[in-house]
Each structure stands twice: as structure tokens, then as C-alpha cells.
């Protein structure tokens, strides 16, 4: 059966359709783009925005995953007992409040009489996300320094290489190895809390399941890293949307409409990304 994943924007731009038969049979989104809808309420038009997506999407009947990226992402390196932060009945309880706020001022009231600190939680999220994600950044970086020296200290020589990874097959099998090894090292140094983690036997228990991410966040910080001076301070949306594709394996479909998933992921797994125009066109026509 085709599977579709839907991410943050996909959601916003189809929510008039998410009752679609097509999407509650062959669609999926997650906790991730939950939370990115909960959060972030700049104003009472992009309260009403989201506050509509998030009541179309839980009255359409989607699939939602409820693990976290960073969950998924331990749970594939072989630590099954990974905790979610955050749990369904969370995120259904300040979708409740959101629901029954009639503006931004009468929602913050109300998430304030509740007395509880989820929303906060969910809010700061993505903060403890974000600094993690540019950690595994700067040692994908410093790891592929190591190996290419100072090609990738000049931007020409640089596209060269991200050129023939793309293309060459064993260097694109090397590049994903070393990326996937960085991670292993990075969750040895950063789960203080689970003892024991020896970053070889976490390289060697990795099952497969987030091949695409694994390639698109090495791939992200060769080209990124070396020629952004911003980099950790003006990233966020770059992160959010690397992380949705640790919810893609190998046989789904990512409905895509950013530029990021194009440059970083199309051209090497060019089944798995389908355009928003494409699939608005799957849904007209089911």
C-alpha cells in the first residue's frame, strides 16, 4: 500500500481536503508537525490558522505517529526503552484548549488557569532539539574535515565533492556510513543518562530505518557548515524540516513542498519525494 507522510506546510496547505478518503487511507503525519503547529502563535491570524489545521487534522482520522524524532532516532541505533517527552494524551489535551480559545489572548488565559506546564514542555521542545541537531551538525562537519582535509574549505572544490557523492555510488555508501557514525558518537556523548553506550555496538545495532535523514542531515552539513557564519542561530526552520524525515523508510512517499527536501534529498532518493502539486492531483482524482 502507498504511504504518504504529510509535513507541517503540507498540512496547512491541504487542510480543506484532510477528510479526503485518499488521505485517511494512504496518509500519515506526526507528533513532530503537532507540535510545530502548536507552537508558535505569533498572532490571532495564525491562531485561527493553526487553531483550524490541528481540528481538521484530528477530525480527519489521519495516521499520526506519536514518537518523537529523537525516539525514533535512538530506537533505530538499537535503544528500544527511549522515552517520548511528550505523549498523545499532551498533545490532545492543549489541542482541547486551543480548540475552545476564541483568540491568542483567551488561549494563553486559558493554558495559564489550566496549571500545567505542558504547554511550556512543548513549546521548549524543539528548543532542546535544535541545540542537539546543531551539535550532530558541527561533528558531522569536523568528522568529514578529517576526511576530506581542505577540499571543503574552498567552496568550489566543495561542490565538486557534493557532486560525486550524489553520483558515485561507493562514495555516496561511505558518505552515509560516516554520517551514520557520527550519530552513533553523538548519542554516546549526549545521553548521559543511559549508561554504558559504547558508540561502535550503537553503529552496529542501527537497523535501517532512517536512511533518508541519516543522508540528508551529513549532506546538510557538508554543504551548510563551512560557508555560513549564522550557523546554530537562524537554522531552526532548517532543522524542523530535516528532522520529518526521520518518519520516511525507504517504501513511503514525502510530500514535499520546500526546496530543502529537493536539494538535499531528490536527487538520491528520488522515489520517496512527491511534489504538493502531484499529490493535490492524487486527491482530486481518488
Known amino acids: 500500500m502507498e504511504n504518504y507522510y504529510l509535513e507541517t506546510g503540507v498540512l496547512r496547505e491541504i487542510s480543506p481536503y484532510l477528510c479526503n478518503k485518499f ?8 507528533i513532530h508537525s503537532l507540535c510545530e503547529l502548536l ?28 514518537d518523537l524524532p529523537h525516539k525514533i532516532i535512538l530506537n ?42 505542558i504547554y511550556e514542555k512543548i513549546c521548549n521542545y524543539d528548543i532542546y532539539y535544535l541545540k542537539g541537531f546543531e551539535n550532530e551538525k558541527i561533528r558531522g562537519y569536523n568528522d568529514f574535515q578529517k576526511k576530506y582535509g ?28 560516516a554520517t551514520r557514525m557520527v550519530i552513533a558518537n553523538n548519542i554516546s556523548k549526549d545521553n548521559i543518562n543511559i549508561n554504558n553506550i559504547n558508540p561502535c555496538d550503537l553503529f552496529l545495532n542501527y537497523n535501517g530505518n532512517i536512511d ?20 546554530g542561530k537562524k537554522k531552526k526552520n532548517d532543522f524542523n524540516d530535516i528532522f520529518h524525515l526521520t518518519y520516511i523508510r525507504n517504501t513511503n512517499y514525502f510530500v514535499s513542498r520546500d526546496g530543502l527536501f529537493d536539494k538535499l534529498v531528490k536527487e538520491i532518493f528520488p522515489e520517496n519525494i512527491i511534489s504538493i502539486n502531484d499529490f493535490k492531483n492524487k486527491l482530486s482524482s481518488y
Open 76 to 117: 533505530s541505533f538499537g535503544l528500544e526503552n527511549a522515552n517520548n517527552n511528550i505523549s498523545k494524551e499532551e498533545i490532545v489535551q492543549i489541542n482541547s484548549i486551543i480548540q475552545k480559545s476564541l483568540d491568542m489572548n483567551s488561549f494563553i488565559q486559558n493554558v495559564n488557569e489550566s496549571n500545567s506546564s
Open 39 to 66: 507552537t508558535d502563535l505569533k498572532n490571532d491570524n495564525e491562531f485561527h490558522v493553526k487553531q483550524k489545521v490541528l481540528n481538521n487534522i484530528f477530525e480527519s482520522g489521519i495516521t499520526i505517529n506519536w
Open 150 to 177: 581542505n577540499i571543503i574549505n574552498d567552496k568550489g572544490e566543495l561542490e565538486i565533492l557534493s557532486k560525486s557523492i550524489k553520483s558515485n555510488i561507493n562514495i555516496l555508501v561511505s558518505f552515509i556510513i
Open 212 to 231: 533518508i535523514f541519516i543522508y540528508a542531515l551529513g549532506f546538510y552539513s557538508l554543504i551548510e557548515i563551512p560557508f555560513n557564519p549564522n550557523i
Open 23 to 30: 488521505v485517511r487511507d494512504h496518509c500519515y503525519t506526526s
